[in-house]
């Protein structure tokens, strides 16, 4: 049976999820709701026997609110059910617990981290070099491969070497780069522009998108 003092008490919500009278802090460990997973985060977080508060705010498996019960009610309810009991607010008075199958949580949210950690991506910053006047076969193969890096999601430094007298010519070394420019504008867009320091000059091109 549900706690008689649910029905109006500020920490009860019907919908499954709950707050805190007072907004007061839930701690170290919460509980959220992201794209519909249920999601604990604490390492110390308290299972079963190790919760020994009582009473508590018990939530069903299923998301229903049970209410205000002593601990002992709590563990029979989880038992009948085969669960275990997690405390998921435990700076919440009276704290909050749910029942789940805590084995089966642990091993979907490591499986979760790990396909997380597969589909991340760390922008890069790749270099392609150019010359003045550098012919064609040599342009088509550098700009295939600043296409690739900025398709792959990374960014892309532009560099323009410059020889002996080629120096004293930096408008030869800004044609090409334009001309790169134009040839990557459906995958980058420029950064930062081009800039001479020496006999170098250079410029960096960000992916439109982010892999």
Do not use: W
């Amino acid at each position: 049976m549900a706690h008689p003092e649910c029905g109006r008490d500020p920490g009860f919500m019907s919908s499954g999820l709950f707050f805190v009278r007072d907004r007061v802090s839930l701690g170290r460990a919460t509980h959220r709701l992201i794209g519909g997973i249920e999601e604990i985060n604490d390492k110390r977080v308290r299972v079963n026997e190790q919760i020994r508060i009582s009473p508590i705010r018990l939530i069903q498996d299923d998301g229903e609110q049970i209410g205000i019960v002593s601990i002992d009610e709590a563990r029979e309810r989880a038992a009948e059910r085969g669960m275990d009991l997690v405390e998921v607010a435990a700076e919440a008075r009276p704290p909050v617990v749910k029942m789940m199958d805590y084995g089966k949580f642990k091993y979907e949210a490591a499986r979760a981290a790990r396909e997380a950690r597969k589909k991340q991506h760390t922008i890069q910053v790749k270099e392609v070099k150019f010359r003045p006047g550098i012919e064609d076969h040599d342009y088509e193969f550098k700009l295939r491969h600043a296409r690739r890096f900025l398709d792959e999601g990374n960014k892309v430094k532009l560099t323009m070497m410059f020889r002996g007298r080629q120096v004293t010519h930096p408008e030869l070394g800004l044609e090409v780069l334009s001309r790169v420019m134009e040839n990557l504008t459906d995958l980058g867009k420029v950064e930062s522009h081009p800039s001479m320091e020496g006999r170098i000059m250079s410029m960096v091109v960000a992916p439109l998108k982010s892999k």
